[in-house]
């Protein structure tokens, strides 16, 4: 095994693509933890991280569609949900460049 910070900043900095292509920032975090777990030191503790946010915020965004039409609450939700796609990504990728543990909140322990 090998310690390669780079490629566990760019794990987390890869959720972004979601605003770009729609789907690569679950794909790509996919691949690379699937790929690398075995491989690079932290990767499985990362990756882990990064499939059970997207999975949560996944459910939240479903959880959200129908409330939308309960006062425009889910709008809200969603709008939550977007600030927590773009700011917690970026938080961890700092985490990681300096060695620390990724937290992301509201995740559901889903891949354990």
Same mark, same amino acid.
């Given at each position: ?30 691949? =690379?933890? &699937? ?6 030191? %932290?990767?499985?503790?990362? *990756?882990?991280?990064? @499939?059970? +946010?997207? /999975? ?10 129908? =409330?939308? &039409? ?6 809200? %939700?969603?709008?939550?949900? *977007?600030?927590?796609? @773009?700011? +917690?990504? /970026? ?10 543990l990724p937290n992301y909140p509201l995740s559901i322990k889903i891949i354990k």
């Amino acid at each position: 095994m090998k310690e390669d910070k780079q490629l566990l900043v760019l794990t987390h900095l890869s959720q972004l693509l979601d605003f770009v292509t729609g789907i690569g920032g679950f794909i790509v975090p996919l691949v =690379l933890w &699937l790929t690398k777990k075995d491989d690079v030191i %932290g990767m499985d503790e990362h *990756g882990k991280a990064i @499939l059970n +946010f997207r /999975i949560s915020m996944f459910i939240y965004i479903l959880i959200c569609i129908p =409330l939308i &039409l309960l006062l425009g609450l889910g709008i809200l %939700g969603l709008i939550a949900i *977007g600030f927590f796609y @773009l700011i +917690f990504p /970026i938080i961890n990728a700092i985490k990681a460049s300096n060695n620390e543990l990724p937290n992301y909140p509201l995740s559901i322990k889903i891949i354990k």
